[in-house]
């Protein structure tokens, strides 16, 4: 199962959003080289990381991170709003209906793994219960075809720049019935994967 970590139930969660910052850090930190989120040698955070962002954290039963994501409002100054409006063509997504998806990361071991297919799956799961249209995010356009292929129905908000040495594009991850389903089917998965204090209901 996946949680859902917010600022109502992050005191119950404490060892989980640390484990969640510390493996931003091997991925964002180490890997990736985005130093300046560095913020004690071990954690990975930035302003975004406040009491209005939503977490969504795959862990085993031994309450190891497999890996996460985070969600924020775009009706508040959000990554895409304030550090990437140049990715953006026209007005940027600023909806109630429609949140930043951000710092999607991995552990090695778990890329490809039934954790990161969960997720995948959450991004949808949780677009339904919210009643979300969709996830705006910036990635780097070679996922787009491979999220395509899970199922994703993705739609540019620009051309791809690059940034740093590497390509990036802002994009609009739609959320529907037919997506969720779509996303359950190529992947595998077909049972909720939020916990059941989230989505009571198996979904068929």
């Known amino acids: ?3 859902i970590v917010t600022t109502d139930n992050a005191k119950q969660h404490q060892q989980l959003l640390d484990r969640q910052f510390r493996l ?3 991925v964002f ?3 990736r080289g985005w130093t300046d989120f560095d913020i004690d040698g071990t954690h ?3 302003q975004y990381d406040n009491e209005h962002a939503v977490y969504m954290i795959a862990s085993d039963e031994t309450g190891t991170v497999a890996g996460g994501f985070r969600l924020h409002p775009t009706v508040l100054p959000h990554m895409l709003s304030e550090h990437f409006p140049h990715l953006v063509e026209g007005a940027i997504i600023e909806r109630r209906d ?3 998806l951000t710092r999607f990361g991995m552990r090695k071991c778990e890329r490809r793994s039934r954790h990161y297919f969960e997720l995948l799956t959450a991004i949808q799961e949780y677009g339904m ?3 979300l249209s969709g996830f705006t995010s910036v990635i780097n356009p070679l ?3 491979i999220l395509q292929g899970f199922g994703f129905e993705i739609e540019p908000l620009g051309l791809p720049t690059m940034m740093n040495g590497e390509a990036t594009i802002a994009v609009l991850f739609h959320v529907s019935e037919q997506y969720h389903a779509r996303v359950r089917a190529k992947v595998a998965i077909h049972e909720a994967v939020l916990g059941a204090s989230h989505l009571s209901r198996q979904i068929a």
């Open 1 to 3: 199962m996946i949680e």
């Open 24 to 26: 931003r850090h091997d």
């Open 29 to 31: 930190v180490k890997e």
């Open 44 to 46: 990975e955070r930035d």
């Open 98 to 100: 429609v949140l930043e």
């Open 129 to 131: 219960m919210e009643g």
């Open 143 to 145: 996922r787009i075809p």
